[in-house]
């Protein structure tokens, strides 16, 4: 059974940092490129950051600058460290999966909250 569980969010005011995590199992981590999504109240979900299996990284224009995705795949985690929080960026953070070997083979967390106050 596959799961990937997200945590580290949180209340954090503006200004402030916050690392985020994501533990994959049931995959083998290494072939997936992983991806931070978020979701904002009546918006849609958008992309944070992504790095694929071999490593090559892209972020969101909103967030280049002030966020940096990692991985590691001895521990089947992937990370995001947000800094220089805005208010604008409160939503729910959701970690992906995504297969690079098979098509369509696409994985969710549950997600988590990130609130930043003003």
């Known amino acids: 059974q596959v799961q990937l569980v997200e945590s580290g969010g949180g209340l954090v005011q503006a200004g402030g940092s916050l690392g985020l995590s994501c533990a994959a199992s049931?995959?083998?981590?290494?072939?997936?490129?992983m991806g931070w999504y978020r979701q904002a109240p009546g918006n849609e979900r958008e992309l944070v950051a992504a790095v694929t299996a071999g490593g090559n990284i892209n972020y969101a224009d909103s967030v280049k600058g002030r966020a940096t995705i990692s991985r590691d795949n001895s521990k089947n985690t992937v990370y995001l460290q947000m800094n220089s929080l805005k208010p604008e960026d409160t939503a729910v953070y959701y970690c992906?999966?995504?297969?690079?070997?098979?098509?369509?083979?696409?994985?969710w967390g549950k997600g988590t909250l990130v609130t930043v106050s003003s």
């Open positions: 049931g995959i083998r981590f290494s072939t997936y490129n």
């Open positions: 992906n999966a995504d297969s690079a070997k098979f098509f369509n083979v696409n994985y």
